[in-house]
């Protein structure tokens, strides 16, 4: 069974829009980065990888609406910080799901095998 | 991160006993703990009561999609932004849904049980569970779980 939710009007969106984040392997790398670090300039994430400044800035931009990352202000340059936030939610939420097969199936289990 | 959930589960019972759990509504409702008003039919809707302690306000309302014997049986199924009693939804059909696979195979033991149940990526992101928040391990698994696919794809 389900669990009760909680719905909130704020912020729609749709959890294809984290799923399609996640879905490349650079937008991966940097949220792997970020999620350890602290939060870094487009200069510092350019910094050692083969990407372009610019190339970078649009997968930035991809994970921001995501909200997976945002911008935070430092001085005259923006940073980008990790928000674990929409992960957690998606993964307490298949976790919770899962749970809920594995204990049908147990009991699929005990019927079938009587 | 996948948007889909698998099971696999052996099963020491022949395809026809476990087609027969899978695919009667009597039987369904036995182990998934829901009561239904009648049959399954692919293409039709299957309507019931949730008998899940604690959610028996909650109907059951899902579309039948396959049932190829003793090998596939399928359905979608709504999942409603609450399942409060309050805010029950009027109309199931207009929920997003997710779509439920059950694939059987032979074994030299029984059947080979395959669930999955996919298309959570369609779900609106404003449906907190309040398990969300019971969750507080969840970043660390996620971490985990980045590293593991990176791994394996690099």
Known sequence: MRKTLRGTSAGRGSYARVFAALGDETRLKLVARLSRGQPSSISQLTEGSRLTRQAITKHLRVLERARIVRSVRAGRESRFAFDPEPLTEIRGYLDFVSEQWDQALARLKSLVER | ?154
């Open chain 2, 1 to 154: 991160m996948s948007d889909r959930i698998e099971k696999r589960i052996e099963l020491r019972a022949p395809l026809s006993r476990v087609w027969r759990a899978l695919t009667d509504y009597r039987e369904f409702g036995e182990w998934f703990r829901v009561k239904l008003d009648g049959p399954f039919v692919p293409g039709k809707v299957s309507r019931g009561q949730i008998t899940y302690p604690g959610y028996e306000h909650v109907k059951w309302e899902a579309v039948v999609q396959k049932m190829d014997r003793e090998r596939l049986f399928s359905f979608t199924w709504p999942h409603p932004k609450s399942l409060g009693k309050a805010d029950d939804p009027a109309d199931y059909s207009k929920e997003p849904s997710t779509l439920v696979e059950f694939r059987l195979e032979k074994t030299a033991k029984g059947t080979l049980l395959t669930v999955t149940e996919s298309g959570f990526d369609k779900l609106p992101a404003d449906r907190r569970l309040e398990a969300f928040r019971r969750n507080e391990g969840g970043w660390e698994e996620q971490v985990k779980n980045i590293e593991a696919y990176l791994a394996k794809n690099s």
